[in-house]
T-cell receptor
Framework: DGGITQSPKYLFRKEGQNVTLSCEQNLNHDAMYWYRQDPGQGLRLIYYSQIVNDFQKGDIAEGYSVSREKKESFPLTVTSAQKNPTAFYLC????????????FGQGTRLTVV | GENVEQHPSTLSVQEGDSAVIKCTYSDSASNYFPWYKQELGKRPQLIIDIRSNVGEKKDQRIAVTLNKTAKHFSLHITETQPEDSAVYFCAASYDDYKLSFGAGTTVTVRA
C-alpha cells in the first residue's frame, strides 16, 4: 500500500549522533505530522506542518527539528539534545488539517545505543 | 492544550460479545473525535469519527457516541470477531491542525 512512506523501517544510531527520518507522501495533502509512540502513552505530537515552508511545534518538540521544503516531504531530525530518543516514530498526512482523516506511514523504529 | 484520557488500557472479550472503550477530553472547544485502529506491526487507520454537532454515529458493527456536556465519547464494537483484536486510539481535535491522542486500549478477542 502506498500513499505515505517512511524510511527506513529500523534505524540504529550511537548516542550523541543526529539522525534524520524520512517521510514522503504522494497524496497531495497539505498537512503533515510527526508523532512519537511509546508503550502506554499513545501518540504524542512532535511537529506539524500546514503548508510548505511552514511548521509548528507540537507537544514534545524539544530535541527534534523538521523542514518542509516540498509538499511531499517532511523529514524529522532527532538531535543529540533529545534525551530519550529510542522510540517508534510515525509520520502522517491529512488533506486539510486535524479535522480530517490522518493517513499514517508504516513507522520507523529508532534505537539509540 | 487538550488532554485525552482513555479507559481501559486492556480489554479482553469473548468472541461475539461487545466491547466498549471510553475517552474523556478536557477542552470544550474540541470538535472532532476520531478513532484509530492499529493492528500488530501495522500503521494506525481511521475506523470511525464523529463531529461535535452529532451525538452518535454507526458503521456496521462499530459505533461512537459523544456527550459534549460530560466531555466524553465512547467506541462500541458489537459481535466482536478475532480480527477486531488490535490497539484502539481515541483522539480529539482542539485545533484544526492538532490531534491529541489517548494512550490506547489493547483489545483481545478470545475465540
Amino acid at each position: 500500500d502506498g500513499g505515505i512512506t517512511q524510511s527506513p523501517k529500523y534505524l540504529f544510531r550511537k548516542e550523541g549522533q543526529n539522525v534524520t527520518l524520512s517521510c514522503e507522501q504522494n497524496l497531495n495533502h497539505d498537512a503533515m505530522y510527526w508523532y512519537r509512540q511509546d508503550p502506554g502513552q499513545g501518540l504524542r505530537l512532535i511537529y506539524y506542518s500546514q503548508i510548505v515552508n511552514d511548521f509548528q511545534k507540537g507537544d514534545i518538540a524539544e530535541g527534534y527539528s523538521v523542514s518542509r521544503e516540498k509538499k511531499e516531504s517532511f523529514p524529522l531530525t532527532v538531535t543529540s539534545a533529545q534525551k530519550n530518543p529510542t522510540a517508534f516514530y510515525l509520520c502522517a498526512s491529512s488533506p486539510t488539517g486535524g479535522s480530517s482523516e490522518a493517513f499514517f506511514g508504516q513507522g520507523t523504529r529508532l534505537t539509540v545505543v | 492544550g487538550e488532554n485525552v484520557e482513555q479507559h481501559p488500557s486492556t480489554l479482553s472479550v469473548q468472541e461475539g460479545d461487545s466491547a466498549v472503550i471510553k475517552c474523556t477530553y478536557s477542552d470544550s472547544a474540541s470538535n472532532y473525535f476520531p478513532w484509530y485502529k492499529q493492528e500488530l506491526g501495522k500503521r494506525p487507520q481511521l475506523i470511525i469519527d464523529i463531529r461535535s454537532n452529532v451525538g452518535e454515529k454507526k458503521d456496521q458493527r462499530i459505533a461512537v457516541t459523544l456527550n459534549k456536556t460530560a466531555k466524553h465519547f465512547s467506541l462500541h464494537i458489537t459481535e466482536t470477531q478475532p480480527e477486531d483484536s488490535a490497539v484502539y486510539f481515541c483522539a480529539a481535535s482542539y485545533d484544526d491542525y492538532k490531534l491529541s491522542f489517548g494512550a490506547g486500549t489493547t483489545v483481545t478477542v478470545r475465540a
